[in-house]
């Protein structure tokens, strides 16, 4: 009987070693995730994304040269008004074209802007009816500096100096946030996978167990040293067993559908996880995760970031009280019938002065409730920001308190799988030889199952913790070292 239950076992081992063709480690599986899973490769783009948002905003401050022109032709009929004050229709058959070429330099100071300007023209009338009057005629500004500045309005480029970089180290910070959670979701897949395949390695070997138990069973009763009651509960446990060896199967093809369609996998790729026992070794106190979570963390950046666009909607809310704008510009221009005449002595000089002016006088409180809402919403920003800075660090103060205790609970759960192995063990040889009965082996059986079960589940929440934590602090206490390179 005992030569039964060994050449079960030895066929389960048997089957259990050629399980899956690749094998995977929790550390292979993760690298594989941020190098190839579709979740990896969305986080790449969103940071490629807003790094261009980030140059984007940098170009704002550059001085821009641009090239425009406009070459309208028209042949139409339209009335011309006479010197007596009447109209008639006349064709024109008109050619005004004209490009410039423009220098323009942002003032973020001041939020003005300085340009340079050149301004060539050009009209051709084909229907000139005036002899005396050339039908081709040049037009230009040699230099034209113009100066454009509003007065005591909201200035973009000087708040978006304080926000924009903020909000760029921040997608810096989150994309390793993100990479570190991909790693989080693999931990926790892989161990649906792992716990699905000693589910079924537990399933298969209580099924070839029960069989031969059952066997055994059959013989006792045959020989009229147990009763049939025995027997049909054995025989039960066997069909259960079988009926388990499915759902067994099921689960880890789902488990590992599920887990191929995260990381990229290939679908005909078996897989044979590792289960990762070796613990890292490492000291954490709340204190330092906390100052990594402040200096790390794109969340506590954000806070800054928040603070800095609520003291920009009052800043803006103010600035828009009244619009006052002020223009100058100086410059030289010429005309003449051929191209060359139009740079040549330009004695026509060009200046321009413009401020304008726009003051409510009567609004109803439109601009003191625009204010006043503007301030509400900082203050309410204030609150808001303060009580996520007390979950910022109420998170990092409960995962590093758990951690500690998710140690001792490996330790626990390995040793009481160890000792529930040893329990199964002896309560087998005790039921052979009729010790025991078969209600008290199905017990120790269970025990054993379910302290393996346990082992895996406590290896889950330490690993899965373990990620969480490094994404929480952006910190690796294994090396002690940043997950990113501040710049």
Same mark, same amino acid.
């Given at each position: 009987m005992n030569k039964k239950i060994m050449c079960g076992m030895a066929f389960i081992l048997i089957s259990l070693t050629s399980f899956g063709q690749t094998t995977l480690t929790i550390d292979e599986l993760i690298a594989r995730s941020k190098s190839q899973s579709p979740a990896s490769k969305q986080a790449e783009t969103r940071k490629e994304n807003?790094?261009?948002?980030?140059?984007?905003?940098?170009?704002?401050?550059?001085p821009q040269l641009r090239l425009s022109g406009n070459l309208p032709y028209n042949k139409i009929v339209s009335p011309i008004e006479q010197n007596d004050g009447t109209f008639v229709n006349t064709g024109i058959n008109q050619l005004n074209s004209n490009m410039g070429l423009s220098l323009s330099q942002p003032i973020p100071w001041?939020?003005?802007?300085?340009?340079?300007?050149?301004?060539?023209?050009?009209?051709?009338?084909?229907?000139?009816?005036?002899?005396?009057?050339?039908?081709?005629q040049w037009r230009g500004t040699m230099v034209n500096v113009q100066l454009s500045q509003p007065l005591f309005?909201?200035?973009?480029?000087?708040?978006?100096?304080?926000?924009?970089? !903020?909000?760029?180290?921040?997608?810096?910070?989150?994309?390793?946030?993100?990479?570190?959670? !991909?790693?989080?979701?693999?931990?926790?897949?892989?161990?649906?996978?792992?716990?699905?395949?000693?589910?079924q390695q537990i399933a298969n070997f209580n099924i070839a167990n029960n069989d031969t138990i059952y066997k055994i069973e059959q013989g006792r009763y045959n020989i009229g040293t147990t009763s049939q009651d025995k027997l049909l509960q054995v025989e039960l446990q066997l069909l259960r067993s079988r009926q388990d060896v499915a759902q067994a199967r099921l689960n880890l093809q789902t488990a590992?559908?599920?887990?191929?369609?995260?990381?990229?996998?290939?679908?005909?790729?078996?897989?044979?996880?590792?289960?990762?026992?070796?613990?890292?070794?490492?000291? !954490?106190?709340?204190?330092?995760?906390?100052?990594?979570?402040?200096?790390?963390?794109?969340?506590?950046?954000?806070?800054?970031?928040?603070?800095?666009?609520?003291?920009?909607?009052?800043?803006?809310?103010?600035?828009?009280?009244?619009?006052?704008n002020l223009v100058a510009s100086f410059g030289l221009n010429n005309d003449g019938t051929v191209i060359n005449e139009v740079y040549q002595n330009p004695q026509l000089p060009q200046q321009q002065f413009n401020l304008s002016l726009s003051v409510p006088i009567i609004d109803w409180g439109r601009n003191k409730s625009r204010m006043q809402t503007a301030i509400a919403n900082k203050k309410l920003n204030d609150y808001v920001i303060a009580q996520d800075e007390v979950n910022f660090e109420q998170e990092i103060i409960t995962k590093v308190s758990q951690f500690e205790m998710l140690r001792l609970q490996i330790e626990i759960t390995k040793k009481a799988d160890e000792v529930a192995q040893e329990r199964y063990k002896v309560a087998q040889n005790r039921y052979l030889i009729g010790k025991i009965d078969i209600t008290n082996l199905n017990i120790a059986l269970t025990e054993k199952d379910n302290a393996k079960?346990?082992?895996?589940?406590?290896?889950?929440?330490?690993?899965?913790?373990?990620?969480?934590?490094?994404?929480?602090?952006?910190?690796?206490?294994?090396?002690?070292?940043?997950?990113?390179t501040a710049e």
């Open positions: 807003r790094y261009w948002q980030y140059r984007f905003y940098k170009s704002d401050y550059n001041t939020n003005g802007s300085l340009s340079v300007n050149s301004l060539l023209g050009y009209i051709n009338n084909y229907n000139n009816l005036n002899p005396g009057t050339p039908n081709e309005a909201f200035n973009p480029l000087r708040w978006n100096k304080k926000t924009e970089p !903020i909000r760029y180290e921040e997608s810096r910070r989150e994309y390793v946030e993100q990479m570190e959670a !991909i790693s989080q979701e693999s931990v926790g897949l892989f161990f649906n996978v792992l716990e699905a395949q000693i589910n590992s559908l599920q887990l191929r369609s995260y990381i990229g996998l290939q679908q005909n790729e078996a897989l044979q996880l590792v289960l990762p026992e070796s613990i890292p070794s490492f000291e !954490i106190s709340i204190d330092d995760a906390l100052l990594h979570a402040r200096n790390n963390r794109a969340d506590y950046l954000a806070f800054e970031r928040r603070r800095t666009e609520a003291e920009r909607e009052v800043a803006q809310a103010r600035g828009q009280r009244f619009q006052s079960r346990s082992y895996v589940q406590a290896l889950k929440s330490f690993w899965t913790s373990f990620y969480e934590l490094r994404r929480l602090t952006l910190y690796d206490f294994v090396v002690k070292q940043l997950l990113y």
